[in-house]
């Protein structure tokens, strides 16, 4: 049963561009979480998704980013005109249920901007 | 608001010797706190958790103690070895979805 799948691992984008970070989660599990981990700072919460819905996206910021997690496939954040201040470790946990006892964390995107 | 704090960032020490990792939150009114591990280039790990009624938790050579009236956790690794290096989180929740994680300290068992 393999575990949360991040991919990529790694991830070099030139200001400007888009960025499409894909979290597909343990079997079974239905909720998804997304939280970045900024240099020398803790994980912060960015979004919750449930299959096709987002049910809190209260540390999104405003502009530039999204996240969905389709009835089939992984889930995706996409950051779009990636600027330098984006550069950071993007993590995705799902679990089987809403609540943060069945978190399984993946080994996280890093995205760098150039 | 919570805010949750790791002192030290960095710690160094030979092995054997027993560290103390120190974390701090601003609302005592949480009904868990986690500690994780995080290695480079890897994802997280729950290490314990600790329900809001326990005094403390404990796993092989691991032990956390909550204190919520003065906001504190500490996580204890006895007879530290090599193998326990990489950074040590602790977190809390701040809704029954998403939790709230201080920067992490930073260890480094030298052999």
């Known amino acids: 049963n393999a575990g949360v799948m991040q991919n990529p691992r790694h991830l070099v984008r030139r200001r400007g561009q888009e960025a499409r970070l894909r979290c597909s989660p343990m079997k079974g599990h239905s909720h998804v979480y997304w939280y970045r981990q900024l240099p020398e700072e803790g994980l912060k919460f960015m979004v919750y998704l449930q299959k096709e819905n987002i049910i809190d996206e209260s540390g999104m910021p405003k502009e530039r980013f999204s996240a969905e997690f389709p009835k089939e496939g992984p889930s995706i954040l996409r950051i779009q005109q990636v600027v330098r201040g984006d550069s950071a470790a993007y993590f995705c946990?799902?679990?089987?249920?809403?609540?943060?006892?069945?978190?399984?964390f993946g080994s996280g995107t890093r995205l760098t901007v150039v | 608001k919570q805010e949750v704090t790791q002192i030290p960032a960095a710690l160094s020490v030979p092995e054997g010797e027993n560290l103390v990792l120190n974390c701090s939150f601003t609302d005592s009114a949480i009904y868990n706190l986690q500690w994780f591990r995080q290695d480079p280039g890897k994802g997280l790990t729950s290490l314990l958790l600790i329900q809001s009624s326990q005094r403390e938790q404990t796993s092989g050579r691991l032990n956390a103690s909550l204190d919520k009236s003065s906001g504190r956790s500490t996580l204890y690794i006895a007879a530290s070895q090599p193998g326990d290096s990489a950074t040590y989180l602790c977190?809390?929740?701040?809704?029954?979805?998403?939790?709230?994680f201080g920067a992490g300290t930073t260890v480094t068992v030298r052999a």
């Open positions: 946990a799902s679990s089987p249920l809403q609540g943060i006892s069945g978190y399984t």
């Open positions: 977190a809390v929740p701040l809704s029954d979805y998403k939790l709230s």
